[in-house]
């Protein structure tokens, strides 16, 4: 089982940065690819970012020039760098890893608890 453990939220005014931080652990084989995921109030959880163990990176248009995925790949952990924040930003960010327990199994997806990411004046 792989565990999620995120950290790096909290209240920002827009145009400022925060980086998220989520470190997986558990006896797995390999994580394939890591990902940020937000949900604010009222709407459905979406994608934000992700990236492949090969660095392979992918962006919602939203965020594109403003947040920046990183792996350490050595560390099981995963980083997201917001920059210029804005109000609409603000939801609950969600990390996600798709990892498998052996060379020739399933991939299964775990989730993390979720931090709060709030931009505001």
């Known amino acids: 089982q792989v565990q999620l453990v995120e950290s790096g939220g909290g209240l920002v005014q827009p145009g400022g940065s925060l980086t998220l931080s989520c470190a997986a652990s558990g006896s797995f084989f390999a994580i394939n690819v890591m990902g940020w995921y937000r949900q604010a109030p009222g709407k459905e959880r979406e994608l934000v970012a992700s990236i492949t163990s090969a660095s392979s990176t992918n962006y919602a248009d939203s965020v594109k020039g403003r947040f920046t995925i990183s792996r350490d790949n050595a560390k099981n952990t995963v980083y997201l760098r917001m920059n210029s924040l804005k109000p609409e930003d603000t939801a609950v960010y969600y990390c996600?890893?798709?990892?498998?327990?052996?060379?020739?199994?399933?991939?299964?997806?775990?989730w993390g608890q979720g931090t709060q990411v709030t931009v505001s004046s």
């Open positions: 996600n890893a798709r990892f498998k327990y052996s060379s020739a199994g399933a991939y299964y997806t775990a």
